[in-house]
């Protein structure tokens, strides 16, 4: 854990915090987005999935 800290120190020192700052809220951003974009797909298919059946009951 305390090298984690390490490395995230050197990195800011080297770089410069906003670029460091970025860079993590980017990937934190893109994990989330990627959950985001898993749940619209599972919705979607299961929105299909009610419409088919509904389609069925009423024939």
């Known amino acids: 854990m305390g090298e ?3 490395f995230l120190l ?3 020192g080297n770089t410069g915090f906003p670029i460091v700052a970025f860079l993590l ?4 951003f893109d994990k989330s987005l ?6 619209v797909n599972n ?4 929105v299909q999935l009610l419409l088919q059946k509904e389609n069925h009951e009423n024939k």
């Open 4 to 6: 984690d800290y390490q």
């Open 10 to 12: 050197s990195l800011i």
């Open 25 to 28: 809220i980017f990937w934190k």
């Open 34 to 39: 990627g959950l985001l974009a898993e749940a």
């Open 43 to 46: 919705n979607t298919n299961a």
